[in-house]
């Protein structure tokens, strides 16, 4: 049942958004061209999408955005499909729906600007760490001690995968979605991971006589 508004009417879906959840729980016929009805709306908002970003795909034309327009439209169906009780109203049904779509045209997007570029513990952007690791304004050689403490705990106290994770995400600003795609793993494993690693450096980096606070 929708909310009750300061009015006293109600906050819920416009009657074109019930006509759409109506539509795509129902069974039979009417479900299945809605769905491609929808699936339709999708295609047409990937395909707008990805050529506005057809110079961050590396300048793709042609049958290659249109694969990727495909692949984002089937993503967000699904996405949409498994998510209908979480739509509540606030915006329409079809912008609700539209922002499936983006997120993954964004992610494939970013996805593709990270391709082939493995990073790897020896690509760490230490030189400009100091700044954005150690918020105490501590003096200059004062972060440069903290900086080989540091260096030295991500080589020899992180797992593999924990250090390949922080390397990435802490020191390199990897999107957390390409690394969660290229290690096969997910967000939130990824966030695990890196707050595990977090957490170990601190460690080190207190018993080296440098505590970092909590937010770091």
């Known amino acids: 049942m929708a909310a009750p508004g300061n009015d006293g009417g109600t906050i819920g879906p416009d009657a ?3 006509a759409w ?3 795509l ?3 039979g016929t009417r479900h299945d061209g ?5 699936h339709a709306l999708l295609l047409r908002a990937a395909r707008r ?3 506005r970003r ?3 795909l590396g300048g793709a034309t042609g049958p290659e955005l249109e694969d990727l327009a495909y692949q984002c439209a089937g993503d967000a169906l699904l ?3 498994d998510n209908l009780d979480s739509y509540r109203g606030a915006s329409r049904f079809t912008t609700w729906a539209y922002r499936f779509v983006l997120n993954h045209v964004s992610l494939k997007t970013r996805h593709h600007l990270w391709s082939g570029r493995r990073v790897v513990f020896e690509d760490a952007d230490w030189d400009h760490l100091p700044d954005r690791l150690f918020a105490s304004p501590h003096g200059r050689s004062e972060q440069r001690a903290q900086l080989q403490v ?3 705990a991500v080589e020899e106290a992180l797992t593999a995968r924990q250090r390949e994770v922080f390397v990435s995400v802490a020191l390199n600003d990897v999107p957390i979605d390409v690394v969660a795609l290229r290690l096969d793993s997910t967000r939130g494993a990824i966030y695990k991971t890196l707050f595990d690693a977090r957490t170990k450096l601190r460690a080190c980096l207190a018993e080296a006589g440098y505590p970092l606070g909590e937010t770091t």
Do not use: H, K, P, T
């Open 16 to 18: 074109a958004s019930r």
């Open 21 to 23: 959840m109506d539509c």
């Open 25 to 27: 729980r129902a069974s």
């Open 34 to 38: 809605c769905v491609r009805e929808l």
């Open 49 to 51: 999408e990805v050529l």
């Open 54 to 56: 057809r110079n961050l």
């Open 79 to 81: 996405g949409i499909m």
């Open 150 to 152: 540091l260096q030295r």
